[in-house]
C-alpha cells in the first residue's frame, strides 16, 4: 500500500520558519518524483516545490518563482522522507501543505500538473500570522 504522510506545520510569525516532512512508503523512492502543493482558502492547490526522479535527472530541485530563496526542498533515501524547509514565512503562505508523488513527471514535476501526480498525502496545516 502506498502511503505519503505529512507533519511539520503549525503555526508560525511572519518571518518564522518551519520544516515540513513527507515519509513515504509502498514505492521505490526513487522511481517517483516528489513535489509539494500547497491550497489556501478559496483558491486552487498549486504547486510550490519538487525533486525530480530517476526517471528524470534524479535529485534536480524545482522552485515556483513565489518561495525560491525561502523554500527549500530536500530528500533523504535512508528515511524514504522528503523535506521542506519553509523561511522567512509570510501571511501568504498559509494554505494546507500536501505532498504527492509523481511516477512519470520526471524533470517536469515543476508543471505541478495534478493528474501527473498517482499519489497525495493527506496534508498539514501551515499558519503564518502577521
Known amino acids: 500500500e502506498v502511503q505519503l504522510v505529512e507533519s511539520g506545520g503549525g503555526l508560525v510569525q511572519a518571518g518564522g520558519s518551519l520544516k515540513l516532512a513527507c515519509v513515504v512508503s509502498?514505492?521505490?523512492?526513487?522511481?517517483?518524483?516528489i513535489g509539494w502543493f500547497r491550497q489556501a482558502p478559496g483558491k486552487e492547490r498549486e504547486g510550490v516545490s519538487c525533486?525530480?526522479?530517476?526517471?528524470?535527472?534524479?535529485?534536480?530541485?524545482h522552485y515556483t518563482d513565489s518561495v525560491k530563496g525561502r523554500f527549500t526542498i530536500s530528500s533523504d533515501k535512508t528515511k524514504s522522507a522528503v523535506y521542506l524547509q519553509m523561511n522567512n514565512l509570510k501571511p501568504e503562505d498559509t494554505a494546507v501543505y500536501y505532498c504527492?508523488?509523481?511516477?512519470?513527471?520526471?524533470?517536469?514535476?515543476?508543471?505541478?500538473?495534478?493528474?501527473?501526480?498517482?499519489?497525495w498525502g493527506q496534508g498539514t496545516q501551515v499558519t503564518v500570522s502577521s
Open positions: 504527492a508523488a509523481a511516477r512519470y513527471a520526471g524533470n517536469y514535476c515543476s508543471n505541478y500538473i495534478l493528474y501527473e501526480y498517482d499519489y
Open positions: 525533486i525530480s526522479s530517476s526517471f528524470g535527472s534524479l535529485g534536480r530541485t
Open positions: 509502498g514505492f521505490r523512492f526513487d522511481d517517483y518524483a
